[in-house]
C-alpha cells in the first residue's frame, strides 16, 4: 500500500469543492474525531471548502499514537496546513481545538501566511482558564468530567471494552491541554471571533472576553454567547453555521505580489 501523504493523514474533506473561495479548517475538542463535523461542507455554502483535522489515536487513526505536547501538536498542524495558504484560510476550533487554532495562529503569522480568521468556540482565553489536573486522576473521574460536559456523546464509555479502548487518546488530550497554561500569551494579528454557549460553566462572558488581550488590535470582530452549554451546537448547529458563514462572506481572497 503507499504512504499516505501528511495531509492525507491528518485531514478529512467530505465535501471536496477545489473552486472553493475559502477553506474553512475545523479542528476538534478534546477526545473528538473529524466525523463530528461530517455535515458541515454540505450546510455550508458553496464557495467554502471545509476541512476537518483527525487528530491521532482515533476513528481510522487509532493506531496512531496520540499527541500530548501544545507546541508539538501546533508545529506539526502549521506543516500540514501550509499548502492550503493559496486561498484564505479560516480556523474554526472548539474546546481544545480553539487553543489549538489559536497556537497554529501564531506560528503561521510568524511564517507569513497568517489565517484570515480565527474563530474560538468554548475556550475561556488560554490566560483566564482554572487550572485542572483530569490527566493525572483515575479513570472514574475522567469520565465523570466527560459526562459533564459532553452529555450523552459520553454513553460510549459505559461500554468496559470501548472505555478501555477510547480512555488513553482522552487522557492524552486532556494531558495537552491541561498541561497548556500560557501566563501571557502572545496577541495574533489574524481577526478573532469568539463564540461560546450561554449555560456553559467553563466559559462565562468574562473569560469569553479576556479573547479581546489576544488580538494585536486589542478587538474581537464578534463574542458571541449561543443558547446552551459546552457544545451548544451539537444538536443543532444551523445558528452557529450562519454565523460563520456571514464572516466567511466578508473573508478576502489571497493577493499574490
Do not use: N
Request: proline fraction near 9%; charge should be negative; glycine fraction near 6%.
Amino acid at each position: 500500500m503507499a504512504a499516505t501523504t501528511t495531509a492525507d493523514r491528518w485531514l478529512r474533506t467530505r465535501t471536496p469543492r477545489p473552486s472553493a473561495a475559502v477553506t474553512l479548517v475545523c479542528l476538534p475538542h478534546a477526545g473528538g474525531s473529524a466525523s463530528y463535523y461530517r455535515d458541515w461542507g454540505a450546510r455550508l455554502p458553496a464557495s467554502v471548502e471545509v476541512r476537518v483535522v483527525q487528530y491521532p489515536g482515533r476513528e481510522e487513526r487509532l493506531v496512531d499514537a496520540p499527541i500530548d505536547d501544545m507546541a508539538a501538536m501546533a508545529d506539526v498542524l502549521a506543516d500540514v496546513l501550509a499548502p492550503l495558504f493559496d486561498r484564505p484560510v479560516v480556523l474554526f476550533g472548539h474546546s481544545m481545538g480553539a487553543a489549538i487554532a489559536y497556537e497554529v495562529t501564531r506560528r503561521c503569522e510568524d511564517r507569513g501566511r497568517p489565517p484570515a480568521l480565527l474563530v474560538a468556540s468554548g475556550f475561556a482565553a488560554p490566560h483566564r482558564r482554572t487550572p485542572r489536573d483530569l490527566h493525572a486522576r483515575d479513570d472514574d473521574a475522567l469520565v465523570a468530567e466527560i459526562t459533564r460536559v459532553s452529555g450523552d456523546d459520553a454513553t460510549a464509555l459505559a461500554d468496559p471494552d470501548l472505555r478501555e479502548l477510547l480512555l488513553p487518546t482522552i487522557r492524552a488530550d486532556y494531558r495537552l491541554i491541561e498541561r497548556y497554561a500560557p501566563a501571557a500569551p502572545t496577541p495574533v494579528a489574524t481577526p478573532l471571533v469568539v463564540y461560546r454557549g450561554d449555560a456553559d460553566p467553563d466559559v462565562d462572558h468574562d473569560r469569553g472576553e479576556a479573547w479581546r488581550d489576544l488580538a494585536a488590535s486589542g478587538a474581537v470582530r464578534e463574542h458571541r454567547a449561543f443558547p446552551g452549554g459546552h457544545f451548544y451546537f451539537r444538536h443543532d448547529p444551523t445558528a452557529l453555521l450562519g454565523a460563520i458563514s456571514a464572516h466567511l462572506g466578508r473573508v478576502r481572497p489571497v493577493t499574490t505580489h
